[in-house]
């Protein structure tokens, strides 16, 4: 008898873990199982704030796919172009994969809610490559403010534009802070002619945060130098900097030459350019995570949209929920090939925690708040929870926070 094929695209916390857990789940007789990525590495996406700012370099985000699948996952580094879900194919760079099962976890895209400027001059924290990117270009704005002549120095090479106060932007400017003194010391700059300021649309900065957290977050980073300009959206960016609204007719420019836009995301583009039914990229699933209408179709992390019925508001786009969310599609594909019934998902929320910097953090687990060290730490801990979760000790051993102290 032919093997289902099942065919997972995308290899971040959503699909690398399902492929982990059916590798663990089904034998070779059962099913030809299928990954496809764009790189041949995994990345962190949770750690991606890190390597923006320079404080860890790009390397320890990531790992080969490659190392923590065994051969019964056919892993094809390819770049997924289209998915055809009327003829059951998907259409990659390289030529193209059928299905009879498919799961989609291609994870997410900066959204910039259309603000005129912001795709061509700022910079998102998507993946590695923007990492990079980030990393390199505040590095030159330094090395260039340094070699301009005394009279003729331009400061807003030293001003940095972080738009979003949300978990990102909050994280990434934890990083920044504790970033920005090396860099005034290796390109010989003046602290004080560093100004980094959070551009925030809503009138609160972590929302999802009592104000406790929230006054010690704003707290711990203003101490640092970081400025927050609160209820005030960007409304244009440009190669000069960003321009914002902070009353009925007024506005403000800011000049600055290095704008990262960290205020939202959606989903794949893929995904919105599929007949699968999506709004911002998303497509709402059932409880099963199956795509009404479509049962041999899984949706995971970012690119579903599931709503919490108790609150009546959406489950937040998180790797923890990807990764719980993979393992009920695992679970659900098991359950499929050997003509079993799917279960609901049900998820597990444990909190949060948001990082200010490799030694502080505010945090809401089980209920219980945290801030400081103890936040800290246990950031660490969920971090290196994850990399166990996929890749076992050996992979927590080699690319895991291991010293939970600094
Ligand atoms: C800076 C930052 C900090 C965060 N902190 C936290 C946190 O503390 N806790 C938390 O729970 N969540 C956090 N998140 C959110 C979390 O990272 C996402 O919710 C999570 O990564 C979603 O997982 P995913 O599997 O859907 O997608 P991803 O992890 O984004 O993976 C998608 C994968 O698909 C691949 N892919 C994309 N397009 C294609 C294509 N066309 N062809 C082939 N492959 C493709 C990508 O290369 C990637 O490997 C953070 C996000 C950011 C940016």
Avoid at 84 to 105: F, P, S, W
Wanted: contains cysteine.
């Amino acid at each position: 008898m032919k093997r289902p094929n099942i065919l997972i695209l995308g290899a971040g916390y959503g699909g690398l873990t399902t492929a982990v857990n059916l590798q663990k789940k089904l034998g070779y007789d059962e099913a030809e199982i299928t990954l496809v990525n764009k790189n041949s590495y995994h990345y962190e996406s949770t750690w991606l704030h890190e390597a923006s700012a320079g404080t860890l370099k790009p390397e320890r985000v990531r790992y080969e796919i490659k190392d923590v699948l065994n051969k019964k996952v056919h892993f094809v580094q390819e770049a997924v172009e289209k998915i055809d879900i009327k003829n059951k194919r998907v259409v990659t760079n390289i030529g193209e994969l059928t299905y009879d099962y498919l799961v989609v976890g291609l994870g997410f895209e900066g959204e910039t809610f259309g603000i005129e400027g912001l795709d061509k001059f700022a910079f998102g924290i998507t993946n590695v490559n923007d990492a990079r990117k980030i990393r390199d270009h505040i590095n030159t704005q330094f090395a260039e403010w340094a070699s301009q002549e005394v009279s003729e120095k331009d400061d807003s090479l030293l001003t940095i534009v972080v738009g979003g106060a949300g978990f990102t932007g909050i994280e990434f400017l934890g990083e920044l802070a504790n970033k920005i003194p090396e860099l005034c010391k290796e390109y010989d700059v003046p602290k004080e002619k560093v100004r980094v300021i959070c551009v925030e649309a809503a009138p609160a900065v972590l929302p999802m945060y009592s104000p406790k957290l929230v006054n010690y977050a704003i707290k711990a980073l203003t101490k640092k130098g970081i400025e927050f300009s609160v209820g005030t959206p960007v409304v244009q960016a440009t190669e000069e900097g960003v321009k914002i609204k902070k009353g009925p007719n007024e506005f403000e420019f800011i000049k600055a030459s290095t704008v990262v836009w960290a205020a939202g995301v959606r989903g794949s583009r893929i995904v919105e350019e599929s007949d699968l039914p999506s709004k911002r990229a998303r497509v709402a699933v059932e409880d099963d995570l199956r795509v009404p209408g479509y049962p041999d179709i899984f949706m995971v992390g970012d690119c579903a949209f599931l709503m919490n019925k108790e609150t009546e508001r959406p489950y937040p786009t998180t790797a923890q929920i990807a990764m719980q969310q993979a393992i009920t599609v695992a679970e659900n594909l098991v359950a499929m090939v050997k003509g079993e019934e799917t279960k609901t998902f049900v998820p597990n929320l444990k909190g949060s925690i948001c990082s200010l910097g490799n030694s502080d953090a505010i945090g809401n687990v089980f209920g219980k708040e945290f801030t400081g060290k103890s936040a800290s730490i246990m950031k660490k801990i969920i971090d290196n929870r994850a990399l166990y979760f996929i890749g076992g000790t050996s992979l927590v051993w080699k690319k895991g926070k291991l010293n939970l102290f600094k």
